[in-house]
């Protein structure tokens, strides 16, 4: 149905039904937040209060004006009306993207609200419809309070904190490894392959093979090395897919130039585009590992040329 055709209890009914949503949609907000961002979790508990609040003073409403039975009336059941994101996103949500998605919820809270209001003639469900418009306005001003007291406090500069120990720990470590694995390992035999033939189709096809093999396996090995429980490295398959893609990447990059029918301008590009992938495992290093951007230089162009030597001196032997 329309929005336009719903009666005044049709419209509280789903009003009452939004608002239940919305309150378990900010409980799994802070649940899914409580472990890591605790003041943040603290905000969404207030707010999932105060939709209880709401409902049920949309149902004390109802039960006086339409008797005991709540016809069920959905979001989905409405033409038009806004719909709300299913829950499960919340198991990789951060804090700021929770706080965003809240801020947008009572912006269209209030819109239905408003509109709701304009659509009753009845001077007690008018007058409620309007007061919970101006509820879901004060929940933007209430929760920008509570998150400008939260940053005086500092507990939103930790928060910032865990969150980038979490993002390492669940994203740039397990991806780091395997474009290291993937762009060093895979050196010795393509090079070697390189040298020994000669030929750039069979030179792709080793390093190609390196590559997905590779991807393949440090995928497999990062996701069963650890389920994330204790460690708090997140989602095994999640960390094991960043793992895998990221090795295949670091091999395929070095191999793709060998799609070149000429060997020499193949191999030459080729180098390039190890030294490219050298320095940005390097940069990654010095901005996520805090490591010495001239000890990560130096790390990863040694291991680098010990591995071409490696492939060039069993190729050309």
């Given amino acids: 149905m329309h929005f336009r055709d719903l009666k005044e209890p049709q419209i509280l009914a789903l009003a009452i039904t939004a608002e239940e949503e919305d309150a378990r949609i900010y409980r799994d907000f802070a649940e899914s937040l409580r472990a890591d961002f605790s003041s943040t979790a603290e905000l969404f508990t207030r707010m999932a209060q105060e939709e209880d609040e709401h409902r049920h003073r949309l149902i004390e409403l109802y039960r006086r004006r339409f008797g005991e039975h709540i016809p069920l009336i959905r979001r989905q059941d409405v033409k038009g009306f806004f719909l709300r994101r299913p829950s499960w996103f919340t198991q990789t949500l951060r804090p700021e993207f929770a706080r965003d998605e809240a801020a947008l919820m009572e912006i269209e809270s209030r819109r239905f609200y408003e509109a709701a209001a304009q659509r009753t003639n009845d001077a007690g469900v008018r007058q409620l419809l309007g007061d919970l418009a101006a509820a879901e306005q004060e929940h933007e001003a209430t929760a920008e309070k509570i998150t400008d007291a939260q940053t005086a406090a500092g507990a939103l500069s930790r928060e910032r904190d865990v969150a980038r120990r ?11 490894a395997g474009l290291m694995d993937g762009s060093v390992s895979s050196l ?10 000669g030929d750039t189709l069979a030179t792709f096809k080793v390093g190609l093979a390196a590559s997905v093999g590779a991807g393949i396996s440090m995928g497999f090995a990062e996701a069963l090395s650890d389920d994330g429980k204790l460690s708090g490295r997140g989602a095994p398959w999640l960390r094991g897919a960043v793992c895998g893609v990221m090795t295949a990447l670091g ?4 191999t793709l130039p060998y799609l070149i029918h000429d060997f020499h301008v193949a191999t030459t590009t080729a180098l390039v585009v190890v030294a490219a992938e050298l320095a940005v495992i390097a940069w ?3 901005r996520y590992m805090d490591t010495p951007l001239l000890s990560a230089t130096f790390q990863v162009v040694v291991g680098g040329v010990l591995v071409f030597i490696a492939g060039w001196l069993i190729g050309s032997s």
Avoid: E
């Avoid at 091999?251 to 070095?254: A, P, Q, R, S, W």
């Fill in 166 to 176: 979490l993002f390492v720990l669940r994203f740039v470590q397990p991806g780091l």
């Fill in 188 to 197: 010795a035999p393509l090079f070697a392959a390189a040298f020994a033939t």
């Fill in 251 to 254: 091999g395929l990059g070095h």
């Fill in 284 to 286: 990654i290093r010095n």
